[in-house]
Structure formats: C-alpha cells, structure tokens
C-alpha cells in the first residue's frame, strides 16, 4: 500500500521536555551515547508523537538499510497509536513511505523496513525471533511481558542499535518500574518523566476534563504520572448516604433498561437490572443472586427458567442483556426460553476489567450511580470489592476474586453502555 497524502500533520508548538525526547540521540545532546530513552508520565501528555518523530528521524539519519522493530500492545493498538500519527508525520515532512499489510507487516521508508509486531502474551517473542534489527520502538511496553521485551533487545544487534520505550505507569512492582525506570541510569537510558502540562497542544478546558474521570488510583498514574499501587477498597468513593435510594424514595423515569449476568455453579449467579435515568445517572434498581456454595445449586436450565420468571416479573424490555460469553452453557439455555425479542437483546459482554473498574469508578465520583436499598448484595460487595495486594506485589491490577459476583454485571454494563458516559465527558 503506497503512502497517502490527505492524513496532514498538525504542527504544535512542542514543550522542552518533548524537545528533549526529539533531540536526545542527536550528537550535540549529553545523552548521545545513551542506549535508549524512556518515555513514560501521564495520558494525552504529548510524549507518542514526541518519541515517533525522534525514533523515525533518528532511524532515517543514523542507518540506511537495515531493519527495525516497532511493537505495540495489539497491532491494532500500534496502528492506533503509533503507525497513524507516524505516517501523517512522514507525510508532513514529505518522506515518502510504502505500508505493507501481509502476513509479515512492515513500513518501507528510504532503504530502511520497519517490521510491526503485537507483544501482548508469552507466545509473541516466538515471532521476532531471527530478525537483526538497528533498533526497537516498544509502544505500551509496561502491558507488554518481559520475556518479549527482552526478545526484542536481543534482535537489536547492529553497532549503534537504540530502544525507544514509551508507556504509562503502572504499579511501583511492575516489572519495568523495578529493572528499567529505576535503573536507568546504569542501564544507560534516558528516562523522561511526563505530565499533563508537556502537550502545549491540549487546552485547559480538555486538562480539567481528564482529571475530572478520572478517580483514585487511575488519577495518581494517568493524570499524576506516578506508579502507584492499586490497594484497598475498589470503589471507596462509595457513601452510602449520597448512593442508595432508598425504599419510599421517588426514582425518576427510567428511559432506558440494560441487565447483566454473572453466571456460576459452584459460586454466585446474579442478574443485575439496571436503568438510565431521566436525570442522566445509572440506577442499579434490582438484583436476583443465588450461591451454589451456600445454597443447593441449579442447572444452567434451572438459571434460565429463574431469568425468565425475574425479568417477566419487572415488565420491561432491557435494550441489552449483557452476559460472559464464556458462560456458553447458560446461554443457550436462555435461547431455549425466553422469547424471541428477549434473545434478540443477548449481547457478549465486556469482560475487560480494569477499563471497567475504572469507568464504575469515575461514574460513581461524578454521582452519576444510585442503588436501591432491595438490592442488599449489590450494597454488601460494593464497600468490600477490593484489590489484591499480592498480585500487586508481582506487578499486576487485579481484584481479589471474591465480593465480584454482583460487581461484575456492573461493569459489563458500564462497559456496554460506555458510549453514553462519553457523552457526559466521563469516559
């Protein structure tokens, strides 16, 4: 595919600190012999397009003809990110460049190739493994696992080769907290810290409204820049006396009905039915909750028939009902009962955890929630969701897996309902 001209690049004024990650590898810079830079601070800070012009500029003036790696999370993730401002960049400056999509993707510009690869499980070192490359962009490295980083590195074995890192904080035991960023200086690695205020390019009115969605923890790393530990209670935003309506509380109109499942054998099944209400706030207004481990377990066949009995109990039709796809079994059993404009509303959910914990999160911190007191499991999990401090020790963001069984539904439905948290600037 040859290279496209109408993507033009905007030029902005760049901040010092992106001068810094443009200009670092040249040979007037006092980190001219540096191995490789880390960018790496707050979202929306201006460090990608910073680190895309000095990787491909540098790459352009050091070599000609050699290969290079450029990884993302997903390849979709590094055309998303990466490979579009890239060649809207290239197209600015008037370098042509050839963008070939096969089974083997690369970017052709000048004589050099850039080879495009997703790093996001154990398996994918397995695919750069006998490349020689002059060097490595690595975009999200920090969701990357270690044994792809350090496959990628040793691919880079042409004299002067230098690595490009970029990505966002995560936990302070994160592995590339613990062997990159905080050895950077023996490691021979700039390490450039970003912040909000280094993209000139946002204004005041798109800074506050990144702050206000985001809450806790997201906002000490994606606004604060800082690698801090996901500890503690989930949503302890959470009042009881501001969330919970109570039972002679009048609700508003519900304009629309969403229900999420959260299907089990051995633990908790639970429906969670929810509505969007005439005053913009998500209102979880019932629960039905069954625990196999306390209480005599049910077929799948037996979920299904309590389904159909509890949502034929609230006389709605629910836009979507939101299920694991994984609960495979359960589903085809509601496809054996209920009716045919029901399992027209039977939607996979979206099973991405921490996206949404963080989008729960921001909903509740803006009010934005309200429970009703009958739905006592809801309001039991809710204040006791919390963080797994071990698998925090190991880098990772998990919860603990107990207290989910009503939280879960919750956020497939944030999830799948995130275009209308969008709107009101909170996702």
């Not at 023996?186 to 506050?208: A, P």
């Not at 702050?211 to 949503?235: C, N, S």
């Not at 002679?248 to 639970?270: E, F, H, Q």
Request: proline content about 4%; hydrophobic content about 35%.
């Amino acid at each position: 595919m040859k290279n496209k001209r109408n993507a033009v690049f905007k030029w902005k004024p760049f901040s010092k600190k992106q001068k810094k990650l443009i200009m670092w590898w040249m040979k007037e810079s006092p980190y001219y012999d540096y191995d490789g830079v880390i960018a790496q601070g707050s979202i929306r800070s201006g460090k990608t397009v910073a680190m895309v012009d000095s990787f491909v500029m540098w790459s352009l003036e050091t070599f000609d003809g050699e290969n290079f790696i450029m990884a993302g999370k997903t390849m979709g993730a590094l055309k998303r990110n990466v490979l579009e401002p890239m060649f809207k960049i290239l197209n600015a400056k008037g370098i042509p460049y050839n963008y070939i999509r096969s089974d083997d993707p690369r970017v052709e510009i000048g004589n050099n190739t850039y080879y495009l690869f997703g790093g996001n499980n154990e398996q994918s070192q397995d695919t750069v493994q006998g490349l020689t490359a002059a060097g490595a962009f690595l975009d999200e490295v920090a969701l990357m696992p270690e044994s792809f980083v350090t496959q990628v590195e040793g691919r880079c074995s042409v004299d002067g080769a230098k690595y490009f890192y970029n990505c966002n904080p995560k936990g302070p035991y994160h592995w590339f907290k613990e062997n990159y960023i905080d050895k950077a200086k023996e490691k021979l690695l700039l390490d450039l810290h970003f912040k909000l205020d280094d993209n000139l390019s946002l204004s005041e009115r798109v800074k506050e409204r990144l702050k206000r969605i985001k809450t806790g923890v997201f906002y000490k790393r994606d606004i604060e820049g800082l690698w801090v530990v996901a500890e503690g209670i989930i949503y302890e935003m959470f009042d009881h006396d501001k969330h919970v309506v109570k039972k002679n509380d009048k609700l508003p109109a519900i304009r629309k009905y969403w229900v999420a499942c959260d299907y089990g054998t051995s633990n908790a099944t639970t429906f969670i039915l929810h509505g969007l209400g005439a005053d913009g706030r998500l209102y979880i207004l019932d629960e039905y909750y069954h625990s196999g481990a306390k209480e005599r377990k049910k077929s799948p066949s037996k979920y299904a028939k309590d389904f159909k009995e509890w949502i034929s109990k609230h006389k709605i039709m629910p836009e979507r009902i939101f299920i694991d796809p994984s609960a495979e079994g359960f589903i085809l059993e509601l496809y054996a009962v209920l009716s045919p404009r029901l399992k027209s509303r039977i939607q996979a959910s979206d099973n991405e955890v921490k996206r949404g914990i963080e989008l729960v999160s921001s909903i509740i911190d803006n009010d934005l929630l309200r429970v009703h007191e009958r739905c006592a499991n809801v309001l039991k999990e809710i204040t006791a969701y919390a963080w797994d401090e071990k698998a925090a020790e190991r880098g990772e963001d998990k919860p603990i897996k107990a207290n989910d069984h009503c939280m879960d539904p919750i956020r497939y439905t944030a999830n799948g309902t995130r275009m209308i948290w969008q709107g009101k600037g909170i996702a």
